[in-house]
């Protein structure tokens, strides 16, 4: 008959390797929650580039085929002194338009703080710099996000222009 310090050698050993098992086991289950994460990440940045892809084509469409925006962004052509020349109801039909599409380069902007989006991968930057002076001369108000980004743009902007 096996002695009593025998058997609790082995129940201690085979407690260790319980133990062990157990922590390969969690390694494991770690590991593949981290994979099926990066996986979700993955999954949610392409619907959300896909959503803005799709905002982004309706808004153009919209603007390229509208008898009431098109012929009012061509007489503007980025110009913002030109919106003098419209009238009172072109200009508000045009402060609409662009206050659509500060909304959306807003949206971006979010997206881009919740890691969804990389910026430096869009046209959303020059599309701000290019659209926000029409869009002010509208009287369209810039979003919070809008403005701070905007900011953070104006060191950078002024080290290029020291640059030429």
Known sequence: MPSWDAIS??????????????LAYLALQVRHGRELLEENRRVARSAVYQERAKIRIDLVTLGATSDHIAPLISKVDGNPERIDE???????RLRLWYTAVMVMQDNV???HENDLVDISDMQTPAAIKMTTPI???????????????????????QNEDAGK
């Open 135 to 157: 869009a002010e001369k509208l009287g369209v108000r810039m979003t919070p996000r809008i403005q701070k980004w905007l900011q953070s743009q104006k060191p950078r902007d």
């Open 109 to 111: 902007l979010y997206q």
């Open 9 to 22: 050698a082995v129940a201690e050993l085979l407690g260790s390797l319980a133990v062990f098992i157990t």
């Open 86 to 92: 419209l009238s009172t109801e072109e200009r508000a």
